[in-house]
């Protein structure tokens, strides 16, 4: 095992439990305790651990993964639900997309569409994550509107007054969101509150919003509210969605589709 798919592994368990002793991470990964530690010292540099005595625990009340390292988790169900979010966007529409490996996924989709091969232009995409700009501006029918701002590390996304200022001036069609959470009470949310700040901004600007959120999502809350869910008109998600959580939402007037 390589050390990235090793440190990927490491965090994806320390997210997961909260907590890792170097014992028990060496058996799950089938390394040695001295390994362990290593890779432990080094994240713990990186401030993406807190080290004790004999493991570590995750860094601090709103941990985050970062995008590079998150790429892998659900995989198969966030390239179903980025399909589907795309089959919903009209050519020549105006998209907002958010950061984050959903709507990566969902910009990926995008991009394939036979469709959308051709056009003056074929969609014009608002986003203020810097992959997502990246992976689109080699496809010339697509116009691609990136905001200013401070990039955020973790998650690759511009945030800050900077982007403040673009997207005031303008409107979308509709708003792809990808979440940390998103709940029928508390809300669409994400683990930085200027994150959010800009998410929340991207909706407001927008004729209709979609969440695109693996069933690991639902239900579940976060440190920093995006939007209300009534501010929310469609939820695509995957099949593992439970019947009573994928009621509550349609009781919500959000339309649902699971894929």
């Known amino acids: ?17 909260g907590r890792l002793d170097v ?40 941990y985050e993964l970062p995008l590079r390292y998150k790429t892998a988790r659900h995989a198969s169900e966030k390239q179903r639900i980025a399909k589907a979010v795309a089959g919903l966007v009209t050519p020549g529409e105006a ?18 569409r036979a469709d959308l091969a051709a056009g003056s232009p074929a969609l014009t995409v608002v986003t203020n994550a810097l992959n997502i700009a990246n992976e689109l501006a080699v496809r010339p029918q697509f116009k691609i509107v990136l905001t200013g701002g401070v990039a955020r590390p973790q998650s690759y996304e511009l945030i800050g007054p900077l982007a403040d200022g673009v997207l005031n001036q303008i409107t979308v069609d509709v708003a792809v969101l990808g979440v940390v959470a998103f709940d029928v009470t508390h809300g669409a949310a994400a683990h930085d509150e200027a ?49 009573d959580a994928v009621r509550r939402f349609e009781e919500a007037g959000i339309q649902v589709i699971t894929v």
């Open 1 to 17: 095992m390589s050390r990235d798919a090793r440190w990927k592994a490491l965090l994806e368990l320390l997210v997961e439990r």
């Open 23 to 62: 014992e028990e991470a060496a058996a799950d990964l089938q390394v040695s305790a001295a390994t362990i530690r290593r890779d432990f010292d080094q994240l713990a540099e990186q401030q993406m651990l807190v080290r004790t005595r004999g493991g570590a625990v995750v860094h601090g009340v709103s």
């Open 95 to 112: 998209v907002g997309l958010t950061g984050g490996t959903t709507t990566t996924e969902v910009a990926r989709a995008l991009a394939v």
């Open 195 to 243: 994150e959010a700040a800009i998410n929340r901004l991207l909706c407001e600007r927008a004729e209709r919003v979609i969440v695109a959120a693996d069933s690991s999502k639902l239900g579940q809350r976060a440190f920093a509210r995006i939007c209300a869910a009534e501010a929310v008109d469609t939820l695509v998600t995957d099949t593992a969605a439970g019947p």
